[in-house]
């Protein structure tokens, strides 16, 4: 195979990770409350700002960055579930609720993005230090920075944990109840109030991960919350309701849009996610690992 | 058109439908019946106004009074009209300060609109208070022919829709004499179909604007820190004469910044006998470069040329370090090193650096003394904020709008303002080269320098490149 080709493909997949963790934040809260959160991207942004505070402010690394941007990500979402989601929840009949929820988390996405512009780092496109510096690793013609083994390595290890959360841990098995008929969960005394606050909490924190680890490959301008369209892609393509399926999805689209701006045009790109969803609908409308679409029980 | 003109327009056509009405009735009992339904000072204030309009018609046209003539003629009415006519007369000539909008006897009005938040906000906040600053310089040297100048200012976010909500704020609510402003090529030129049909002129702060100077028009000015054209021509003359390059690469956008770019690279690249071995246009927003990079690598070209916005460019300058591609001369165009600083620690590899070249329109980087002069400037009149390298920019297009404020005289029209711009041939030291404008000409500038940045240490190449107008176009 020709070495632009695997070159394409090696980078291909680095960005998938970061599409399959934004997607990954996506899915959580829709398996577990069944709503898009369309202030995803603005989250990733925030995680990418918080993550140039603690460097640029107080002077730490990235041993700092993680832990605080999980908490900080983590009580963003937390409080949006808590107040916002909650008080929307008490006010509609649950018929009625999704719409406005779902108007919420757009309120979020203006609310954070407005929030950002304030703090004076947002006037240019900053960048942040990269979690591994190096030599360029080559495998055979690839070449990758280690950078980008950082942000596969990171995807892998979120990736297992939350697969071991949900399958073997007492929380990750009330959250999957939750999901699957929240009365239910609640007659059998799941607390349901709380754990979607922590789903909340959870997919905001996975959410700024991945803008720690966007954050040095790309500029971090306030506008960047826009990668949310392609984890929403990458969640479509590999199924709404599959955590393994967001990850596959966020790498095709990675790899296919190199392949096309390689051998098509770069101008292609852009749509090239669109394309793939519109076949992927068409072929397999659950998405490639995603449940059948089927009435839910409640 | 002003609200005032609006008022009395409205007042017009209403007489005029009034009187159209009358043809099949009788004038005065209407009027009265209409009057009569008012309240007395509303009564008395209409009474007031229409017996002032018809006088004006009837002095215009003696014989108007639709449907009747003789009958209904006033004689009175006839008589004050031409005293009122005969008073206008004698002061409108004596008046042109209150006539022409944003100009009185004591001051200019002029309007500027930047992006002044935003990501974009360094490409108009600094310019925008440099501009300020040399207003208030001049100020207090006594003004412009006795008169002193106030801004008013917008924020334009650097987007189409809120730069022409904000110009047509300015024209129409403040009133303003001018226009100066738009950093944002897109977006100032959105402007164009507004100014060229309400006659204000409009210089641009920051943009290159190509698309609002070619072709020419009366009342738009611009590209004062340079044109796409004169970028592109710059740095592919530099590439044949300084580098030798024969086989140039090319990366820009798909917009209209991107298109004129690469039809001069090519004209130029052409008349030196340099062969583009690749064209790469990318979108605006996008945040992998990894195919287009790849595409050029393989085209092994001897000198890279982009034309990327200041993401894209630090991407650029990343991606072009991670595919070693270093040994290659990598040229930016102006517009994606906003603050050269920022740009390599945003760029973070100083092995991208090793062989980049860019080109600017001002003097400041080559002459610290300079620099300093003009910094210490602007912290003085701004101390809290450390200026971006766009705030020079702010300088040209203020020295060209005093100079013709200046020219144009006391007696002072928005027609002998672009008169006296049209006119205008200014050397100032933080340019490059001069800023000239002719009948057929709207781009301020055609010369630049070529800077060398490693990172740290900015160098000016020998010699100033030009853009020769025809290349491109």
Same mark, same amino acid.
């Given at each position: 195979?020709?070495?632009?080709?695997?070159?394409?493909?090696?980078?291909?997949?680095?960005?998938?990770?970061?599409?399959?963790?934004?997607?990954?934040?996506?899915?959580?809260?829709?398996?577990?409350?069944?709503?898009?959160?369309?202030?995803?991207?603005?989250?990733?942004?925030?995680?990418?700002?918080?993550?140039?505070?603690?460097?640029?402010?107080?002077?730490?690394?990235?041993?700092?960055?993680?832990?605080? *941007?999980? +908490? @900080?990500?983590?009580?963003?979402?937390? =409080? %949006?579930? #808590?107040?916002? &989601?909650?008080?929307?929840?008490?006010?509609?009949?649950?018929?009625?609720?999704?719409?406005?929820?779902?108007?919420?988390?757009?309120?979020?996405?203006?609310?954070?993005?407005?929030?950002?512009?304030?703090?004076?780092?947002?006037?240019?496109?900053?960048?942040?230090?990269?979690?591994?510096?190096?030599?360029?690793?080559?495998?055979?013609?690839?070449?990758?920075?280690?950078?980008?083994?950082?942000?596969?390595? *990171?995807? +892998? @290890?979120?990736?297992?944990?939350?697969? =071991? %959360?949900? #399958?073997?841990? &007492?929380?990750?098995?009330?959250?999957?109840?939750?999901?699957?008929?929240?009365?239910?969960?609640?007659?059998?005394?799941?607390?349901?109030?709380?754990?979607?606050?922590?789903?909340?909490?959870?997919?905001?924190?996975?959410?700024?991960?991945?803008?720690?680890?966007?954050?040095?490959?790309?500029?971090?301008?306030?506008?960047?919350?826009?990668?949310?369209?392609?984890?929403?892609?990458?969640?479509?393509?590999?199924?709404?309701?599959?955590?393994?399926?967001?990850?596959?999805?966020?790498?095709?689209?990675?790899?296919?849009?190199?392949?096309?701006?390689?051998?098509?045009?770069?101008?292609?790109?852009?749509?090239?996610?669109?394309?793939?969803?519109?076949?992927?609908?068409?072929?397999?409308?659950?998405?490639?690992?995603?449940?059948?679409?089927?009435?839910?029980?409640? | 058109?002003?609200?005032?003109?609006?008022?009395?327009?409205?007042?017009?056509?209403?007489?005029?439908?009034?009187?159209?009405?009358?043809?099949?009735?009788?004038?005065?009992?209407?009027?009265?019946?209409?009057?009569?339904?008012?309240?007395?000072?509303?009564?008395?204030?209409?009474?007031?106004?229409?017996?002032?309009?018809?006088?004006?018609?009837?002095?215009?046209?003696?014989?108007?009074?639709?449907?009747?003539?003789?009958?209904?003629?006033?004689?009175?009415?006839?008589?004050?009209?031409?005293?009122?006519?005969?008073?206008?007369?004698?002061?409108?000539?004596?008046?042109?300060?209150?006539?022409?909008?944003?100009?009185?006897?004591?001051?200019?009005?002029?309007?500027?609109?930047?992006?002044?938040?935003?990501?974009?906000?360094?490409?108009?906040?600094?310019?925008?208070?440099?501009?300020?600053?040399?207003?208030?310089?001049?100020?207090?040297?006594?003004?412009?022919?006795?008169?002193?100048?106030?801004?008013?200012?917008?924020?334009?976010?650097?987007?189409?829709?809120?730069?022409?909500?904000?110009?047509?704020?300015?024209?129409?609510?403040?009133?303003?004499?001018?226009?100066?402003?738009?950093?944002?090529?897109?977006?100032?030129?959105?402007?164009?179909?507004?100014?060229?049909?309400?006659?204000?002129?409009?210089?641009?702060?920051?943009?290159?604007?190509?698309?609002?100077?070619?072709?020419?028009?009366?009342?738009?000015?611009?590209?004062?820190?340079?044109?796409?054209?004169?970028?592109?021509?710059?740095?592919?003359?530099?590439?044949?004469?300084?580098?030798?390059?024969?086989?140039?690469?090319?990366?820009?956008?798909?917009?209209?910044?991107?298109?004129?770019?690469?039809?001069?690279?090519?004209?130029?690249?052409?008349?030196?006998?340099?062969?583009?071995?690749?064209?790469?246009?990318?979108?605006?927003?996008?945040?992998?470069?990894?195919?287009?990079?790849?595409?050029?690598?393989?085209?092994?070209?001897?000198?890279?040329?982009?034309?990327?916005?200041?993401?894209?460019?630090?991407?650029?300058?990343?991606?072009?370090?991670?595919?070693?591609?270093?040994?290659?001369?990598?040229?930016?165009?102006?517009?994606?090193?906003?603050?050269?600083?920022?740009?390599?620690?945003?760029?973070?590899?100083?092995?991208?650096?090793?062989?980049?070249?860019?080109?600017?329109?001002?003097?400041?980087?080559?002459?610290?003394?300079?620099?300093?002069?003009?910094?210490?400037?602007?912290?003085?009149?701004?101390?809290?904020?450390?200026?971006?390298?766009?705030?020079?920019?702010?300088?040209?297009?203020?020295?060209?709008?005093?100079?013709?404020?200046?020219?144009?005289?006391?007696?002072?029209?928005?027609?002998?303002?672009?008169?006296?711009?049209?006119?205008?041939?200014?050397?100032?030291?933080?340019?490059?080269?001069?800023?000239?404008?002719?009948?057929?000409?709207?781009?301020?500038?055609?010369?630049?320098?070529?800077?060398?940045?490693?990172?740290?240490?900015?160098?000016?190449?020998?010699?100033?490149?030009?853009?020769?107008?025809?290349?491109?176009?």
């Amino acid at each position: 195979m020709s070495p632009i080709i695997l070159q394409a493909i090696a980078s291909g997949l680095v960005t998938g990770c970061v599409y399959a963790l934004v997607s990954l934040s996506l899915v959580i809260v829709y398996k577990s409350v069944d709503l898009l959160n369309f202030g995803g991207g603005e989250l990733v942004m925030v995680g990418g700002y918080l993550a140039l505070l603690v460097v640029v402010r107080f002077g730490f690394g990235y041993l700092m960055i993680f832990p605080v *941007v999980i +908490a @900080v990500g983590f009580a963003i979402g937390a =409080l %949006f579930d #808590r107040i916002p &989601l909650n008080w929307i929840r008490r006010g509609h009949a649950p018929g009625t609720v999704i719409v406005p929820m779902i108007v919420a988390t757009l309120g979020l996405s203006y609310l954070l993005k407005g929030a950002v512009r304030v703090i004076p780092y947002t006037e240019e496109p900053r960048r942040l230090e990269p979690l591994w510096r190096g030599e360029p690793l080559f495998i055979g013609d690839v070449v990758l920075q280690w950078q980008d083994v950082g942000i596969v390595a *990171v995807t +892998a @290890v979120i990736m297992l944990g939350l697969w =071991l %959360f949900f #399958r073997f841990t &007492l929380l990750g098995k009330a959250l999957r109840a939750i999901s699957q008929n929240p009365r239910a969960a609640a007659l059998v005394g799941i607390p349901v109030t709380t754990l979607r606050m922590a789903v909340w909490g959870l997919s905001s924190a996975i959410a700024g991960i991945a803008g720690v680890l966007l954050a040095p490959k790309l500029l971090m301008t306030p506008d960047m919350g826009s990668i949310v369209m392609m984890g929403f892609a990458s969640a479509i393509i590999g199924g709404f309701t599959s955590l393994p399926g967001c990850v596959i999805g966020g790498m095709i689209i990675g790899v296919v849009q190199n392949l096309v701006g390689i051998l098509i045009s770069p101008q292609a790109i852009a749509v090239t996610p669109f394309f793939i969803i519109m076949i992927v609908l068409v072929v397999r409308p659950q998405g490639l690992l995603g449940e059948v679409i089927a009435a839910k029980k409640v | 058109m002003g609200y005032e003109s609006e008022a009395t327009t409205v007042a017009l056509s209403g007489v005029i439908a009034e009187a159209d009405h009358a043809r099949t009735a009788r004038y005065a009992d209407d009027a009265g019946r209409v009057l009569a339904a008012a309240p007395k000072s509303q009564r008395q204030a209409g009474h007031h106004l229409r017996e002032l309009v018809k006088a004006l018609l009837l002095a215009a046209n003696p014989l108007f009074a639709a449907g009747n003539t003789t009958k209904n003629f006033n004689l009175r009415q006839y008589r004050l009209g031409r005293w009122l006519v005969a008073i206008v007369a004698l002061f409108g000539s004596a008046m042109p300060a209150m006539a022409e909008p944003g100009v009185t006897d004591s001051e200019i009005v002029i309007g500027m609109f930047a992006p002044l938040s935003g990501p974009l906000v360094t490409y108009g906040l600094d310019p925008v208070q440099t501009a300020q600053m040399l207003y208030e310089q001049v100020n207090q040297k006594g003004g412009i022919h006795g008169r002193k100048i106030r801004v008013v200012v917008e924020d334009d976010k650097c987007q189409a829709t809120a730069l022409v909500a904000a110009v047509k704020k300015l024209a129409t609510v403040d009133n303003v004499f001018i226009l100066h402003g738009g950093s944002c090529t897109a977006a100032v030129t959105a402007a164009q179909e507004f100014i060229t049909r309400e006659k204000i002129p409009l210089v641009m702060l920051v943009a290159a604007g190509d698309p609002g100077v070619f072709p020419p028009t009366r009342y738009m000015f611009g590209s004062f820190g340079g044109t796409q054209r004169l970028y592109a021509a710059a740095l592919t003359e530099f590439a044949a004469r300084q580098l030798k390059s024969k086989r140039l690469a090319i990366i820009v956008h798909d917009d209209e910044y991107g298109n004129a770019s690469l039809a001069t690279a090519k004209a130029v690249a052409a008349r030196y006998g340099i062969e583009v071995v690749a064209v790469e246009r990318v979108p605006l927003n996008i945040n992998d470069l990894t195919a287009p990079m790849l595409n050029i690598r393989a085209a092994k070209p001897d000198a890279i040329l982009s034309g990327a916005y200041p993401a894209p460019a630090v991407l650029v300058a990343q991606k072009y370090a991670e595919y070693g591609m270093t040994a290659t001369p990598l040229l930016e165009m102006t517009q994606g090193i906003p603050t050269a600083s920022v740009f390599a620690k945003n760029v973070g590899n100083e092995a991208a650096l090793r062989n980049f070249y860019y080109s600017w329109a001002q003097n400041d980087v080559g002459d610290e003394a300079l620099r300093q002069k003009w910094t210490s400037m602007y912290k003085s009149r701004y101390p809290d904020r450390e200026p971006g390298g766009f705030m020079i920019i702010g300088v040209p297009s203020t020295v060209a709008i005093i100079a013709a404020l200046e020219r144009a005289g006391p007696n002072l029209t928005r027609e002998r303002f672009v008169d006296a711009m049209e006119t205008l041939e200014v050397k100032h030291e933080v340019m490059a080269g001069p800023i000239k404008f002719a009948p057929g000409r709207r781009d301020a500038i055609r010369d630049v320098n070529v800077v060398k940045f490693d990172g740290k240490t900015q160098t000016v190449m020998p010699g100033i490149y030009s853009w020769n107008g025809m290349d491109g176009n």
